[in-house]
């Protein structure tokens, strides 16, 4: 049964999920109504989004929502577990190119809160814990780890220190302090080579002296040896070789997906299902293997759509590039509602965009793409990958979101907004969504709204 | 209000915090791109727009079409909005247009370190203890809200700088924002009807 693409309410999707069960639409294990996680999870907020009425938004909902249990029956069948934290595009790649070994993001907990009904519950938790709501919503994680309801406990702890996020590392430093060992690795701020210093290209046409390259080299290679500790089984080039291949499967499917969107007339896939599909990427969902499936499902129906000349929205709204994810999931169906479709995004998952050289030895191609990783370099140059792509993209308003709390957005946003207004000559503004952003929906509504009408009155100009 | 019966209306845009709520408007605009289409209508120069109204305030530039290129608002606290003023008014048992008036006889503004309304409130009150006039309290009050409002519009604000909403009907808020801004502002008749003219001008186009 297909459908004129929309976007619909949770209830209207358990109508249509039910439908299409009776019709022998075949769905994934994990498949069946989004309302149940509502009821069994709690995740209340469910209930304030919208959702693409595709059977592959269908498919991508479901398995981001049964993540947690998938790390149960893993843990169930004795599969180790590793909690990847700040790795830059690096160690769920390595983790998964062991045997019966899945690496899943703790600090993707900080979604939790944004889906549950008691949405504060996790936070005044992490609060109570030490981590107060001057430090980003990640801290959920803390709370998330103490009562164990979320995800099962990791088997070993990997986080990056250094130029990575000051919040993450002081989250994750109070994390170790209440009992988790944590296996740090050291992260160099990137830095553009001296004249004749010896250096390396980076993925996305970036350059580091090549002392940077193997000192985060070294860094991997003690993740990679605890790593085959894990499982008794050494964690050889070869092994690492076929891991890299099998991301950059998923990394592909994930290209395949952007272009087909962005640079689409219209919207052929909402900017939340594109949200999400992102972050796919970034950890698996903790199956690598269903990760691909499931973009590679979104890819087809977006396809299918941009040939049918289907879209979300009049295929006259304006074009927009997102900057950075945002606390409450609710905002993203703003852009929609307020008349833009999504033709570009910096969710800040750039580390699994690009896809891992495969021409180098692979810890040595890690490295590199680990130093490529916007959060570790000058803001400068993340402002002049989203210019090119905006270019590319043919892109008419910028929005910059904020996390409240999350240090890096208060020095970064204010630039990132004036820069790409000034270079690209597009309106651009910064919103600032918290993780509950019912009472400030209006304001926000206002401030999307109001760009859009610049972009708007610009085009007619 | 304006004396039309509804036969006359051929197209309606409904604009403000409420425009979603307008069942019979043709469609709704953000009050950013109706305060901009008012003041060019009124005022074709104008290249500034400071707009404080009772819940919110914005800093709105134009370019010489009278088209909006950047805005910067505030919608997240009562500082650099008339509801800051009509509480700190209530503070000195005063109503909002008798704060107005006070303030015409102040001498010397007094100092607000603070922008925030509950510790302004504090501030007032350790003012009027420490036997500082009420007249000059009531100006620094208006002083508070109008440097509150260019530190929120970033960049210096081209001239000439248009001054709309409620708040702009006091003659005191208009001193003190030449005084914060360095040059004067003009003011519409009716200011706190500029958005509503706006509406009314981009609803003509549609019909
Ligand atoms: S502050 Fe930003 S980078 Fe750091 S954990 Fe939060 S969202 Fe991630």
């Known amino acids: 049964m297909r459908e004129t693409p929309r976007q619909i309410c949770l209830e209207e999707w358990d109508q249509r999920q039910a439908t299409l069960a009776r019709q022998g639409g075949g769905e994934p294990s994990y498949g069946g109504p989004l309302g149940r996680h509502v009821e069994r999870e709690g995740n209340g907020r469910l209930r304030q989004l919208r959702f693409d009425n595709s059977t592959a938004a269908l498919r991508l909902w479901n398995f981001l929502l049964t993540e947690n249990q998938r790390l149960r029956a893993a843990r169930a069948q004795g599969e180790r577990l590793v909690g990847a934290m700040k790795d830059l595009g690096t160690v769920p790649v390595m983790a998964y190119a062991l045997p019966r070994v899945r690496a899943f993001y703790p600090d993707g907990a900080w979604w939790t809160p944004c889906l549950m009904e008691c949405t504060d519950r996790l936070l005044n938790q992490a609060e109570a814990l030490g981590a107060d ?299 600032e969504v918290p993780p509950v952003c019912d009472a400030l929906l209006p304001a926000l509504r206002t401030r999307l709204q109001a760009v859009l009408e610049i972009a708007q009155s610009r085009r007619r100009a | 209000m304006a004396g039309l019966d509804g036969a006359a209306i051929q197209s309606v845009v409904a604009t403000g915090y409420g425009r979603n709520r307008v069942p019979f408007a043709a469609t709704t605009i953000t009050e950013i791109t109706c305060h901009a289409r008012g003041v060019h209508h009124l005022d074709p120069a104008a290249r500034s727009i400071v707009e404080i109204g009772g819940q919110d305030s914005k800093a709105i530039r134009l370019d010489e079409h009278g088209r909006v290129r950047d805005f910067a608002m505030n919608d997240r606290c009562a500082a650099g909005t008339g509801r800051f003023l009509e509480m700190l008014a209530s503070r000195l048992a005063l109503d909002w247009s008798g704060l107005d008036e006070l303030s015409q006889r102040s001498q010397r503004p007094a100092v607000m370190s603070n922008t925030c309304v509950v510790f302004a409130e504090t501030e007032i009150i350790g003012l009027l203890a420490e036997g500082v006039a009420a007249a000059d309290i009531a100006a620094g009050v208006q002083h508070s809200v109008a440097t509150r409002v260019v530190a929120m519009a970033g960049r210096a604000l081209d001239p000439p700088v248009v001054f709309t909403g409620g708040v702009a009907l006091q003659p005191g808020m208009v001193r003190a924002l030449e005084g914060v801004l360095g040059c004067p502002v003009r003011v519409p008749a009716d200011p706190q009807f500029t958005g509503a003219l706006g509406a009314a001008i981009l609803a003509g186009g549609m019909a």
């Open chain 1, 133 to 431: 709501a001057t430090t980003c919503p990640v801290r959920a994680m803390l709370a998330a780890f103490q009562n164990g309801e979320h995800f099962p406990r990791p088997d070993l702890l990997v986080c990056s220190a250094g130029a990575i996020c000051d919040d993450f590392s002081a989250i994750a430093q109070r994390l170790e302090r209440l009992g988790s060992a944590v296996l740090w690795w050291e992260m160099p701020r990137r830095r553009e080579p001296e004249t004749g210093e010896a250096s390396c290209a980076l993925p996305g046409g970036l350059r580091a002296p090549a002392d940077q390259v193997e000192c985060v080299r070294d860094e991997l290679r003690r993740v990679a040896i605890a790593l085959g500790r894990l499982v008794a089984t050494e964690l050889t080039a070869e092994r690492l070789r076929d891991g890299i291949q099998s991301a950059n499967a998923v990394r592909r499917e994930l290209q395949a997906l952007r272009e087909t969107v962005y640079a689409a007339a219209g919207a052929p896939l909402p900017a939340l299902e594109m949200l999400i599909a992102e972050m796919l990427a970034v950890h698996f969902c903790s199956d690598r293997d269903e990760s691909r499936v499931v973009l590679g499902g979104l890819v087809q129906e977006a396809t299918r759509r941009v040939a049918a000349r289907q879209s979300v929205v009049d295929e006259t709204g304006i074009r927009v590039y997102w900057v950075n994810p945002v606390a409450d999931l609710r905002a993203m169906n703003l852009l929609e509602t307020c008349g833009g479709q999504l033709c570009g995004s910096d969710f800040m998952f750039t580390h699994a965009l690009d896809l891992i050289p495969e021409d180098l030895p692979p810890l040595e191609a890690l490295a590199r793409t680990a130093l490529a990783d916007p959060m570790v370099g000058p803001v400068q140059d993340r402002a002049r990958r989203i210019v090119q792509e905006c270019r590319r993209y043919r892109v008419e308003a910028v929005v910059v979101s904020r996390i409240p709390g999350a240090s890096h957005c208060a020095w970064e946003g204010a630039y990132l907004r004036e820069h790409l207004a000034a270079e690209l000559g597009v309106p651009a503004v910064e919103i």
